[in-house]
């Protein structure tokens, strides 16, 4: 079973940056996407950005402009780049992988991220 693991959160001032990643025990290649999502306390868990395997990116719209996803392949990682973070972006960011050829989904454990004002 492979595994994710997040790192990179932590507490940051508002207009800050973080750079998450989000690295797995196997190849990423074997995902047909990768994807950062967050839940806020009290929130449902949302979308922030997800990558395809062939690259294609996609963002939430209030993170447009502001967060760059990237993944690099030699090291089995996925990137969150957050720059002018807000306090409403606190929340837990978890790393979502769906595996090929299938609709099964592989979680992270999650990484906190606070933003104070």
């Known amino acids: 079973q492979v595994q994710l693991v997040e790192s990179g959160g932590g507490l940051v001032q508002a207009g800050g940056s973080l750079r998450l990643s989000c690295t797995a025990s196997?190849?990423?290649?074997?995902?047909?996407?990768m994807g950062w999502y967050r839940q806020a306390p009290g929130k449902q868990r949302e979308l922030v950005a997800s990558?395809?395997?062939?690259?294609?990116?996609n963002y939430a719209d209030s993170m447009k402009g502001r967060f760059t996803i990237s993944r690099d392949n030699l090291k089995n990682t996925v990137f969150l780049q957050m720059n002018s973070l807000k306090p409403e972006d606190t929340a837990v960011y978890y790393c979502?992988?769906?595996?090929?050829?299938?609709?099964?989904?592989?979680w992270g454990q999650g990484t906190q991220v606070t933003v104070s004002s």
């Open positions: 990558i395809t395997r062939d690259g294609t990116t």
């Open positions: 979502k992988a769906t595996v090929r050829y299938s609709s099964r989904d592989i």
């Open positions: 196997g190849s990423i290649s074997n995902f047909r996407a």
